[in-house]
């Protein structure tokens, strides 16, 4: 988490400069300087196991992306991934002893983890630099995917972290800690302050008017609760038959191959986070669009 801070540090001019105002400024970095940012925390993010080879790839694509479109752009999702590295790192042996057997992938994030959770922030960057108009609505629904995402992932991270009775949504039975489409007290008190959190960190970055936070925040919280829904009703279930206990994975943590148990087959929590992001973008794009001009 520090390493990251630094990395970031290293990289931003110093206030009071001229380059500092440029850092601030709506017009960002060309896109030589905004890959090699990007590179340096996505390898610093490699070193640290925050992100896997591919997840690192990924990282280094969606972030000289949302550079492009601007430093706000960039800012925002740095602060994003430290924000979403602090929730993963906060109990990690707890959790990892909680969720052990339940979960099919760990803390390191792969590719399609990465493009779940920021890929519609990095096509809202890129819709962004095509326009011309960093700081138009489209900010806000690429806001609203970024921060739902953020939510959906400290909801999970602080909900198996302190406790509590995880309950399935789909049955309201009591469900293995770690459980997609599960809530409890402190993981629903943890999506809605991270939502408000990430959306407040957009407003001060300038991403975000300040007058319409509430469609990033309302929409983020949303998008989170799809993305719960989602995962309890129609993301794949299975079964272990040796340990005879329900998990994501397709290969048990005991070396035995897991049997569907239902849903569909093959939908995963990775494409259920993209929905969650899907979900958030579309309900701003909506609100915004309804709004009088």
Same mark, same amino acid.
């Given at each position: 988490?520090?390493?990251?801070?630094?990395?970031?540090?290293?990289?931003?001019?110093?206030?009071?400069?001229?380059?500092?105002?440029?850092?601030?400024?709506?017009?960002?970095?060309?896109?030589?300087?905004?890959?090699?940012? #990007?590179?340096?925390?996505?390898?610093?993010?490699?070193?640290?196991?925050?992100?896997?080879?591919?997840?690192?790839?990924?990282?280094?694509?969606?972030?000289?992306?949302?550079?492009?479109?601007?430093?706000?752009?960039?800012?925002?999702?740095?602060?994003?991934?430290?924000?979403?590295?602090?929730?993963?790192?906060?109990?990690?042996?707890?959790?990892?002893?909680?969720?052990?057997?339940?979960?099919?992938?760990?803390?390191?994030?792969?590719?399609? @983890?990465?493009?779940?959770?920021?890929?519609?922030?990095?096509?809202?960057?890129?819709?962004?630099?095509?326009?011309?108009?960093?700081?138009?609505?489209?900010?806000?629904?690429?806001?609203?995917?970024?921060?739902?995402?953020?939510?959906?992932?400290?909801?999970?991270?602080?909900?198996?972290?302190?406790?509590? #009775?995880?309950?399935?949504?789909?049955?309201?039975?009591?469900?293995?800690?770690?459980?997609?489409?599960?809530?409890?007290?402190?993981?629903?008190?943890?999506?809605?302050?991270?939502?408000?959190?990430?959306?407040?960190?957009?407003?001060?970055?300038?991403?975000?008017?300040?007058?319409?936070?509430?469609?990033?925040?309302?929409?983020?919280?949303?998008?989170?609760?799809?993305?719960?829904?989602?995962?309890?009703?129609? @993301?794949?279930?299975?079964?272990?038959?040796?340990?005879?206990?329900?998990?994501?994975?397709?290969?048990?943590?005991?070396?035995?191959?897991?049997?569907?148990?239902?849903?569909?087959?093959?939908?995963?929590?990775?494409?259920?986070?993209?929905?969650?992001?899907?979900?958030?973008?579309?309900?701003?794009?909506?609100?915004? @669009?309804?709004?009088?001009?």
């Amino acid at each position: 988490m520090a390493q990251h801070f630094l990395a970031f540090a290293l990289i931003a001019p110093v206030p009071g400069t001229a380059v500092a105002s440029t850092w601030w400024s709506a017009s960002g970095p060309s896109t030589l300087p905004a890959l090699g940012i #990007t590179l340096v925390v996505a390898v610093v993010a490699w070193h640290n196991r925050s992100l896997g080879t591919s997840g690192a790839i990924a990282a280094t694509v969606v972030g000289t992306l949302s550079l492009r479109a601007g430093w706000p752009w960039g800012g925002f999702l740095m602060v994003w991934f430290a924000w979403a590295t602090l929730g993963s790192r906060l109990g990690r042996a707890r959790k990892d002893a909680r969720t052990a057997g339940v979960v099919e992938k760990g803390a390191q994030r792969d590719a399609s @983890q990465v493009m779940a959770n920021g890929g519609i922030f990095a096509l809202a960057a890129a819709v962004a630099s095509a326009s011309g108009d960093p700081a138009s609505d489209t900010a806000l629904w690429g806001a609203a995917a970024l921060s739902a995402a953020g939510a959906d992932t400290m909801a999970t991270e602080i909900g198996t972290w302190v406790g509590g #009775t995880p309950r399935s949504v789909r049955t309201w039975s009591t469900v293995p800690t770690g459980t997609s489409g599960a809530v409890s007290v402190a993981g629903s008190a943890a999506m809605v302050g991270s939502a408000l959190v990430l959306t407040a960190f957009a407003v001060a970055f300038g991403l975000v008017p300040v007058a319409r936070w509430w469609i990033v925040a309302g929409a983020a919280v949303f998008g989170a609760l799809v993305d719960t829904a989602v995962g309890a009703l129609v @993301q794949e279930r299975r079964w272990c038959p040796l340990c005879d206990t329900a998990t994501e994975q397709r290969r048990h943590t005991c070396g035995t191959f897991t049997r569907h148990r239902g849903g569909w087959r093959r939908l995963g929590n990775d494409a259920v986070n993209l929905v969650c992001t899907a979900a958030a973008a579309m309900l701003a794009w909506l609100i915004v @669009q309804a709004m009088p001009a």
